[in-house]
């Protein structure tokens, strides 16, 4: 376990700690600064929100905000700020605007990047030198020996087989751990929620389990200094809640609750709150699928009075959005109304520098996909395909796994609803993505639609669906 005094105060534990002597570089971004022109930064902050709004992104953007680009703290932005400042000033790249590449920042606020390769973790084996063979790709300075990138290339089939391990060496206990083990950590939970995103979760389940391990052999190995060793607990517990997902979307219920539970355990060794109110929005999500209401409305609870000390109106909404489920799977309309009414008013307050990394997909299009998922199970199947098409409607179309689960859910709420031809249609778009996701979700609602569309096979909007969607899931 990590020492319990401050490093600060104590000189031996720098010393272990060669990353502790590694100096902190900030290079002011003049770039940005040049584009503020004569405005404050307060001016400018509001400028930036008017054009968030322009194009329906909401960023809690204020003065403290735009002197931290500025002065090199914040080296890139998250996706949402990224896409208003492009809107702002149509042409100019990441680069142009003073910023460095995304998959160069390894701070816990960067974003893996679309497109690239996925981390492969690997312990220190005495070879810090050793890079991969394309190293104009895969060369990254900032990181030491522990951290390298591998990908098997290939169609976006090739994502079941991609490599997210972690070397099978063990970590060794004398050699303490330092920032690279932590980042390489905190990037392998980017990378799979990455790749889950895009892909679904069957084909990752099995390669993200080896990572797991070697991130609980680091927290039992410890860390020199005490904030490492704290960000070493979220980023295992994160790792572990991720994992977990995997294995809860791709039907292994009982692995996703042990995942989840080793996350709330964690979470509550380490005193973090943030963690443990995400390992109780995901408890409650499983208890829900697992036919569970009232486990999924008391663990959706459990984490909104945990969430209450992390000041992310959005984490109370997803919260109270988890718990208006379980009240909706109870048949309590009422009860159910009024977590969706917290929902809305905490959603509307916007985002904020609170707002925890792992939320990023919680959108409007999430909020209307929760809302679908209460009504349908009402059993007011006219109302949840209202908010089901929203969903669809507002999502990006470059998340392939939602878009497709958003679908899958507007098809089944239609056929439910008594308008089988507008079931199959959309049932006939959810079946278009099924060469980019892997999802044992999306496939139970596609079987459970075409069940349901079974007595219409007269139409020749559903016989084609159904005929199609067999073939497919051959």
């Known amino acids: 376990m990590a020492p319990s005094s401050d490093p600060q105060a104590d000189p031996r534990a720098n010393a272990e700690d060669p990353q502790a002597r590694r100096p902190l570089t900030r290079e002011p971004n003049t770039s940005f600064r040049q584009l503020r022109g004569a405005r404050s930064p307060g001016e400018f902050a509001a400028a930036v929100r008017r054009a968030a709004r322009e194009i329906g992104e909401q960023v809690a953007c204020d003065a403290r905000y735009i002197g931290r680009v500025e002065n090199g703290e914040i080296r890139c932005p998250n996706y949402a700020y990224e896409r208003v400042f492009r809107h702002m000033f149509p042409g100019l790249t990441l680069a142009d605007l003073g910023f460095s590449a995304r998959e160069t920042v390894r701070g816990r606020g960067a974003r893996a990047v679309p497109g690239t390769p996925p981390i492969r973790l690997v312990p220190w084996q005495g070879h810090p030198h050793h890079q991969p063979s394309d190293h104009q790709n895969f060369q990254n300075h900032e990181e030491s020996d522990v951290l390298r990138r591998a990908f098997m290339t290939g169609s976006t089939a090739a994502v079941a087989t991609v490599s997210l391990g972690l070397g099978p060496a063990p970590v060794h ?43 609980y052999a680091l927290l039992e190995a410890g860390a020199a200094r005490r904030s490492t060793h704290e960000r070493l607990h979220t980023g295992a517990g994160e790792l572990a809640i991720s994992v977990g997902w995997l294995a809860h979307d791709s039907g292994r219920f009982e692995e996703a609750r042990s995942h989840y539970a080793e996350a709330l355990a964690t979470a509550r060794l380490a005193g973090d709150p943030g963690l443990e109110a995400h390992a109780f929005c995901n408890m409650s999500f499983l208890a829900r699928d697992m036919g569970r209401p009232r486990e999924a409305m008391r663990a959706a609870q459990a984490g909104e009075r945990a969430a209450r000390l992390v000041a992310s109106p959005r984490l109370l909404s997803l919260l109270a959005l988890r718990e208006a489920g379980g009240w909706a799977g109870l048949g309590d309309r009422s009860a159910c109304e009024e977590s969706l009414a917290r929902a809305h008013s905490q959603f509307a307050r916007g985002a904020c520098e609170a707002d925890p990394e792992w939320m990023t997909f919680f959108v409007e299009a999430e909020l209307e996909m929760l809302q679908a998922q209460c009504w349908s199970a009402l059993g007011e199947w006219s109302r949840a395909a209202r908010h089901a098409h929203r969903a669809a409607t507002a999502q990006d179309p470059h998340f392939a796994r939602n878009l497709a689960l958003y679908r899958a859910e507007l098809a089944d709420d239609l ?49 084609c669906f159904l005929e199609r969607r067999a073939t497919a899931a051959v």
């Open 173 to 215: 206990p004398a050699r303490r751990v330092g920032e690279a083990e932590v980042n390489a950590v905190e990037e392998a939970v980017r990378r799979i929620r990455l790749l889950d995103d895009r892909h679904g979760a069957d084909g990752l389940y099995q390669r993200a389990a080896q990572p797991l391990r070697t991130a």
């Open 415 to 463: 056929a439910r609803a008594g308008a089988p031809a507008e079931s199959a249609a959309v049932g006939h778009q959810v079946l278009d993505l099924l060469n980019q996701v892997q999802s044992t979700r999306v496939q139970a609602m596609l079987a459970d639609t075409s069940r349901l569309l079974a007595p219409h096979r007269a139409s020749p909007e559903v016989a």
